[in-house]
Nanobody, 122 residues
Framework: QVQLVESGGGLVQAGDSLRLSCAASGRTVSQYFISWFRQAPGKGRELIASMRWSGDNKYHEDSVKGRFTISRDNAKNTIYLQMNGLKPDDTAVYYC???????????????WGQGTQVTVSS
């Protein structure tokens, strides 16, 4: 069993930066994906960044590539999403999730955090 707790969301202006954290407790599996999803109002949940707990297979969705970066701190068992150049379209609830995948298949994730709200004003 793995518990995931996100933090770091908030209200910012366009162009600002935020760093989201996802703290994991429990036993993680190195080959499992640890991913960031987001869900905007009235839209489905979409994958935006992913990696394996081992550090392999980093992925960033095209709309965030070059602005968002997924990273990890093994000592803290924490995954980060550094978000730069935020846009109003980035407004959403951001979730971290872990599981065997496939990478973009929601049902492939066994563990989900509670989500953290990111709101970007223009």
């Amino acid at each position: 069993q793995v518990q995931l707790v996100e933090s770091g969301g908030g209200l910012v202006q366009a162009g600002d930066s935020l760093r989201l954290s996802c703290a994991a407790s429990g036993r993680t599996v190195s080959q499992y994906f640890i991913s960031w999803f987001r869900q905007a109002p009235g839209k489905g949940r979409e994958l935006i960044a992913s990696m394996r707990w081992s550090g392999d297979n980093k992925y960033h969705e095209d709309s965030v590539k070059g602005r968002f970066t997924i990273s990890r701190d093994n000592a803290k068992n924490t995954i980060y999403l550094q978000m730069n150049g935020l846009k109003p379209d980035d407004t959403a609830v951001y979730y971290c999730a872990s599981g065997p995948g496939p990478i973009a298949w929601l049902k492939g994730y066994l563990y989900w955090g509670q989500g953290t709200q990111v709101t970007v004003s223009s």
